[in-house]
């Protein structure tokens, strides 16, 4: 119970973990009030009122003297009640009218005051009655009966004042702790969003400095942490872009071996075969070897051509980037008939070339690759375009996606690579039963990067 307790309170906000106490203080302030009023308002109404039945202990001696001393006892007990004011709270109460009624059942005109207020008020009995003796006999008493309509309305202001100023406390300092939150929230907020942008891996945009000491001190820290991890990711990609250099390089030298030492020993093997079918019996078995070593032959140099095509499409520099995409879609088509793919190239990708254009055109290609080998896919959409100083690729596919746990094979993972060398973003995703492969890529930053340094 206590855990539940403890998580239903992490979950709520900061502000509200702040002015829920303080709206329980204010509701506890109330019944405290509320208690103390109905454990006192007793005693001072009873200490309030007792001059009052002295005063009625008084008067009944006096009048019973002066009953004792006349000749005519009644005409003066006559004088004396007509002598008393009605309003009065000591009044003569013949016998034949009975007992007094209770003291609540006397409040004339309550003064506003709320009748939940009156019943919550204990009032005590503090009726007087004095018995008034003429010949011996009891003729009547002489009762104090006050009414408390005055003071009860006086504990009602006592109460509004008390309430009145435990409320404008309560709101003072609500006032004060909503200030002093928002003062601290804004920063925080700002410093969480800047958190964010660190963890999303935008470095640029600092925290700003502000709240109180200890926040603003975060902030800082986390500046300073922006600061270093920003000098990593560009080690980072400086790292990768040699990396990548690298492997360009190693690629052009394999590619350019395979062309120079391959490429002239296939054909001489090709146009040796030639010439011993040619010179032997049509109709003898070294004739059909021949043709059968013609087509290993044959088939040796188109796997050499596409493994050349894969390590160093030459012709980018060429035909430019554009033509080598169509070239690329032609191919696929032609490997793929049963997929239908339609495509989407921007003219304006001849304008660049270098580490960029490799980079978008191997990206095409692996993801062809891929729904070639894995997709199982009928259609395929590939879309090339430049927006501003900005290229974004997308290739999707209608196939049976990708698993969970291998979302990045390694032609893609490389591709990653490639991609963040040139601060980029290649991303892998399936909405509306299509897998998308997304890259966006900082026309920009790869400019700069192919210029040459001084």
Not at 123 to 128: G, H, L, N, Q, S
Not at 136 to 160: T, Y
Not at 225 to 251: F, K
Request: hydrophobic letters at 45%; aromatic letters at 6%; glycine letters at 6%.
């Amino acid at each position: 119970m206590r855990v539940r307790i403890d998580l239903m309170w992490q979950r709520l906000s900061f502000r509200t973990q702040l002015f829920l106490p303080l709206g329980l203080s204010f509701l506890a302030a109330l019944a405290m009030g509320g208690v103390l009023l109905q454990t006192f308002a007793t005693g001072q109404l009873a200490d309030e009122n007792e001059p009052g039945r002295r005063s009625t202990r008084t008067v009944a001696v006096a009048l019973n003297n002066a009953l004792g001393a006349s000749d005519n006892p009644r005409k003066i007990l006559d004088a004396f009640v007509h002598s008393l004011d009605p309003s009065s709270d000591i009044q003569f109460r013949p016998m034949e009218a009975g007992p007094a009624p209770p003291v609540k059942d006397r409040l004339h005109d309550l003064h506003g005051v709320p009748q939940w207020f009156a019943d919550l008020i204990v009032i005590p009995d503090m009726d007087a009655a004095s018995p008034v003796i003429i010949d011996g006999r009891r003729v009547g008493d002489i009762v104090f009966m006050p009414d408390l309509s005055a003071d009860l309305f006086e504990k009602w202001i006592g109460f509004l004042a008390l309430t009145s100023l435990i409320a404008v406390l309560t709101v003072l300092t609500g006032t004060i702790a909503y200030l002093f939150t928002e003062s601290a929230l804004r920063p925080l907020q700002k410093l969480g969003a800047g958190l964010t942008r660190i963890r999303r891996g935008d470095y640029a945009m600092p925290i700003p400095v502000a709240g109180p000491p200890e926040i603003r001190q975060s902030c800082e820290e986390a500046n300073a942490l922006a600061t270093t991890l920003a000098e990593l990711s560009q080690d980072n990609r400086d790292l990768l872009h040699r990396l990548v250099s690298l492997q360009d390089d190693e690629r052009r030298d394999l590619a350019r071996e395979l062309h120079d030492e391959l490429g002239p020993l296939l054909f001489g093997i090709r146009a040796s075969t030639i010439a011993l079918a040619e010179a032997s019996p049509r109709a003898g078995n070294l004739g059909n070897s021949a043709q059968e070593v013609m087509r290993s032959v044959e088939a040796l140099q188109q796997a050499n051509r596409r493994i050349l095509d894969r390590l160093r499409p030459l012709y980018i520099e060429q035909l430019g980037l554009q033509t080598s995409l169509q070239t690329l879609l032609q191919n696929f088509r032609r490997q793929a008939p049963h997929v239908s793919l339609t495509a989407t190239i921007d003219a304006a990708l001849n304008e660049i070339d270098g580490p960029l254009a490799q980079t978008v055109y191997r990206v095409i290609q692996e993801a062809l690759t891929n729904v070639l080998r894995h997709a199982n896919a009928r259609n395929a959409h590939v879309q090339a375009t430049m927006a501003g100083e900005a290229l974004a690729i997308e290739i999707s596919d209608d196939g049976g996606g990708f698993p969970e746990s291998n979302v990045f094979g390694r032609g893609l993972t490389g591709m990653h690579e490639r991609v963040r060398a040139l601060s980029g973003s290649l991303s892998l995703l399936r909405a509306d039963d299509r897998t998308y492969v997304r890259c966006q890529l900082p026309v920009d930053a790869t400019r700069e990067e192919q210029r040459p340094r001084s």
